[in-house]
C-alpha cells in the first residue's frame, strides 16, 4: 500500500496587477451549462474616461452556438455584491507550483432570445407596458386569489377613470370660464411663491413669541453657537479702522452697523458678536460661484460651520472629472431668507432690508419679495429734513409682527417699453 503526497504550492500576491490581468466569474441566471467552454466571450467597457462613474462601467458578452448571454457591472441587472465587498480567484501555476491571487469581478449573465430586437422591445413596451404583460400572465396562470385581486383592481381602475374624466370636464369649465391666459399666470405666481417657500428657515406660525416664528436655534444649533465664541471675541474686538476697511471693502454693512451698535457687556453683546461672524459668512458665500474649503481657512471659520454651509447652501455638481460645489440661484434665495431671519434675532425682530440687498448683491424688489414670502411687515419712513436741512434717505425696514402678514400677489401685468 502506498501514500501520494500532494505537492505543496505558495501563495503569490499581485499586488501591481493591471486591468488585463483582473479575473473575471460569471454566473448564468437559467441554470449552470453543460457545454462551457465552447463559450466565446468579449468584455467591452465604457469609452468616457474622464467620468468617474461610467470609466468603470463593462459589458461581457458570450456567444454559443444556440443562445448569446449579456452581464453587465452596471444597471438593475448587475449584482449588487460588487460594490460590498472585493473578490479574489487564485490560479495555480503548475510548473513554478504558485498559486497568484487576481482580483475578480462577478457578472450576472443573462440570455438574449434570438429575434427580440431593441427595436421589436421597444415597439412591444409602448404598445403594451410593463403592468399590463403581467396581468396578461395572472390570467394565464395565476391562482385564484391573484385573479380576484386583478379583478377588483380593475373595477377600481374604472372608478378611477370615472373619476378622472368628471375633474377633466370640470377643468373644461374653469378654463371656459376663466379663460386659459389667466389661470397660467395664477399657475406661474403660486409656483413662484411655493419656490420662495422651499427656500424659508424653519418657520412655526403657530408660535406665540415673534422670537418663536424663525427659532434661533434652527438657524443656529447650540453646539454651532458654542463653536463661535473664539471667533466672536475677536469681532467684537475690532477698532474702528477696522471697521471701517470692512465697510469700504462693501458686502458686509449689516454687519457693520450691528458692530459699531454692540452693547456694551453682558450676553447680548457676546451673543450678536457671534452672529456677525456667523452673517459675515453667508454673506461671502452668497457672492461666490464656486465654492472651496480655501475660503474659510483666513476667516478661521470652524469645521462644524464649514460643513453645515456646504451642507445647506451649496449644490453638487460634477465639471472636468471631478465634484465642485456651487452657489446656485435658489442657493442664494436660501441665503438671503437666512441671512435675514438671523437679522430679526439680532436687531430685536427688526431688520435693515436696504444694507441686506445691498450686501447680497440683489434687487430691492427681490429682497422685497423675499421679505413678504416670510410674512414680515414692511415700512418706509417718509423722508424728512435733518438739523442742517438736507434729505435724508431713510431705509425700509422688515419687522416680525403677530400675526404673520400675509400678501396677496399682484395679478397686473407690467407693460413692456416698446423699442423705438
Known amino acids: 500500500m502506498t501514500t501520494s503526497m500532494a505537492a505543496s504550492c505558495s501563495l503569490v500576491c499581485c499586488e501591481e496587477e493591471t486591468e488585463s490581468d483582473q479575473a473575471v466569474i460569471v454566473r448564468f441566471s437559467n441554470g449552470r451549462l453543460k457545454n462551457a467552454d465552447k463559450l466565446d466571450f468579449a468584455m467591452y467597457k465604457n469609452t468616457d474616461e474622464n467620468n468617474p462613474r461610467k470609466r468603470s462601467r463593462r459589458i461581457l458578452v458570450a456567444e454559443s452556438e444556440r443562445l448569446s448571454y449579456v452581464g453587465s457591472n452596471f444597471g438593475a441587472g448587475s449584482l449588487k455584491c460588487n460594490s460590498l465587498c472585493k473578490y479574489y480567484v487564485g490560479v495555480l501555476n503548475r510548473k513554478t507550483m504558485q498559486m497568484e491571487l487576481h482580483h475578480a469581478q462577478l457578472f450576472n449573465m443573462q440570455p438574449v432570445l434570438p429575434g427580440e430586437t431593441a427595436a421589436a422591445a421597444e415597439t412591444q413596451d409602448s404598445t403594451q407596458s410593463f403592468r399590463d404583460k403581467v396581468d396578461s400572465l395572472i390570467e394565464a396562470f395565476g391562482t385564484n386569489k391573484q385573479k380576484r385581486a386583478l379583478t377588483s383592481r380593475r373595477l377600481n381602475q374604472v372608478g378611477s377613470d370615472t373619476l378622472h374624466k368628471a375633474v377633466a370636464k370640470a377643468a373644461s369649465s374653469v378654463i371656459d370660464q376663466k379663460g386659459l391666459e389667466v389661470l397660467q ?154 441671512s435675514l431671519a438671523l437679522l430679526l434675532h439680532m436687531g430685536q425682530m427688526t431688520a435693515d432690508l436696504t444694507l441686506l440687498h445691498r450686501d447680497l448683491g440683489i434687487t430691492e424688489a427681490r429682497m422685497t419679495e423675499i421679505a413678504k414670502s416670510m410674512g414680515l411687515t414692511l415700512t418706509r419712513p417718509a423722508r424728512g429734513k435733518s438739523d442742517e436741512g438736507e434729505l435724508r434717505d431713510e431705509h425700509r425696514r422688515a419687522s416680525l409682527v403677530l400675526p404673520l402678514v400675509k400678501y396677496e400677489q399682484s395679478t397686473e401685468r407690467r407693460k413692456r417699453k416698446k423699442m423705438r
Open 185 to 338: 399666470q395664477e399657475v406661474a405666481e403660486t409656483e413662484s411663491q411655493g419656490d420662495l417657500a422651499l427656500h424659508l428657515p424653519p418657520c412655526n406660525a403657530n408660535a406665540d413669541r415673534p422670537e418663536d416664528i424663525y427659532s434661533f436655534d434652527d438657524l443656529l444649533s447650540p453646539v454651532e453657537f458654542g463653536t463661535l465664541e473664539q471667533a466672536g471675541s475677536k469681532m467684537a474686538a475690532l477698532t474702528p479702522e477696522e471697521l471701517k476697511k470692512m465697510r469700504d471693502d462693501a458686502g458686509c454693512l449689516s454687519v457693520v452697523k450691528h458692530l459699531e451698535n454692540l452693547p456694551a457687556e453682558g450676553e447680548a453683546r457676546d451673543k450678536i458678536a457671534r452672529c456677525a461672524f456667523y452673517l459675515s459668512l453667508l454673506l461671502k458665500l452668497a457672492r461666490q460661484k464656486i465654492v472651496s474649503h480655501k475660503i474659510w481657512q483666513e476667516s478661521g471659520c470652524p469645521r462644524i460651520l464649514q460643513n453645515k454651509l456646504f451642507r445647506t447652501f451649496t449644490v453638487e455638481t460634477f465639471s472636468n472629472g471631478r465634484v465642485q460645489n456651487i452657489v446656485s440661484t435658489s442657493m442664494r434665495v436660501k441665503l438671503a431668507t437666512y
